[in-house]
């Protein structure tokens, strides 16, 4: 290890994207980041600098191959979604750092990507197939939203943004997003 960076943020997600753009930069990490208690290192780099800015929820060490003198242009390139701290051998808290990296725990960093893709599945699964609703249109109709209320009326309107209902009692027509919908309850036809 010949330099080690003090990534701050103040969400896990911009935690990540720094990460991976220190990694895409040519950065050389020297095993896994090691997370931190972000008010530790505030504590101790504000004795450093005299500067103390706790805004930040999460705090990672990474040890890196490279110098700093070989990296330094391509941090500076990095986009801030954190707040990134360089220390070379020469700060007076690198060695103090470099001494708790093997007891720091591994940095866990949920991969969203794949929960978000898995809830998609999961939701394309026990969605029920789609209908196109403009064959319903003037008819009536049943529009459960997602708090509970059902309105009555005629459907005046389906597209992909969402339904126009004309309720039965007469009052103003309604246009009820997708977002909105929970279901739509169409009755069945009386046989003659």
């Not at 707040?83 to 690198?94: A, E, G, M, R």
């Not at 394309?124 to 008819?139: A, D, E, H, Q």
């Not at 059902?150 to 027509?173: M, Q």
Request: glycine share 4%.
């Amino acid at each position: 290890m010949n330099s080690l960076a003090i990534v701050r943020a103040t969400d896990i997600l911009k935690l990540k994207t720094t990460l991976n753009e220190m990694k895409q930069a040519g950065l050389l990490f020297e095993g896994h980041p090691k997370e931190i208690n972000p008010g530790s290192i505030e504590k101790a780099l504000s004795n450093d600098s005299g500067i103390s800015n706790s805004i930040y929820e999460v705090c990672a060490l990474v040890p890196i191959n490279q110098d700093f003198q070989s990296f330094q242009d391509k941090i500076e390139a990095i986009s801030r979604h954190s707040n990134v701290k360089i220390l070379d051998p020469t700060h007076s808290l690198y060695n103090n750092l470099a001494n708790m990296i093997p007891i720091l725990p591994d940095l866990v960093i949920p991969n969203m990507a794949f929960q978000e893709q898995s809830k998609q599945t999961n939701f394309k699964k026990n969605r029920p197939s789609s209908v196109y609703l403009g064959v319903f249109v003037n008819r009536q109709v049943k529009v459960e939203t997602g708090s509970g209320v059902i309105y009555e009326g005629v459907l005046k309107h389906a597209d992909s943004i969402g339904a126009l209902l004309e309720p039965v009692d007469d009052s103003s027509p309604l246009f009820i997003t997708w977002h909105d919908i929970k279901k739509i309850i169409i009755p069945k036809e009386k046989k003659k």
